[in-house]
């Protein structure tokens, strides 16, 4: 009774004959025909948490440059001149903050979709 339970457990049919063979085999042992195995599982595309991972990566990173460039870290300096210092924090910064924004909102919505 028990192995009666085990050979319906793995076997399955084949594809081509319709006869059952054993789900361990690649090659139907009635029909000499391959026999693809089946992935059940639809885990193989991106699924957002590498998406969101960045995206909250860049946003911290362009929150860390926004801080020491604008001056906040006070003693701390960036060894940069000053006439390029203003260019970082209106343009790089609020740019790099956005697109990881845009990545994290982008690996949710992959997220949520799978
Ligand atoms: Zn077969």
């Known amino acids: 009774m028990s192995s009666f339970g085990k050979t319906t457990a793995d076997t399955r049919r084949c594809v081509f004959c319709g006869k059952y063979m054993a789900g361990h085999l690649t090659q139907c042992p009635f029909c000499r ?3 693809p195995q089946v992935q ?9 948490r590498q998406q969101i ?3 909250l990566l860049y946003m911290l990173l362009g929150a860390v440059i926004h801080y020491f460039a604008g001056g906040y870290g006070n003693p701390i300096q960036v060894p940069l001149p000053a006439s390029v210092l203003p260019l970082i924090t209106q343009y790089l910064t609020p740019l790099l903050f956005l697109g990881g924004l845009g990545l994290t909102l982008y690996g949710l919505f992959l997220k949520f979709r799978s």
């Open 33 to 35: 025909e391959a026999v």
């Open 40 to 48: 059940l599982s639809r885990r193989e595309g991106p699924n957002g």
């Open 53 to 55: 991972r960045h995206g």
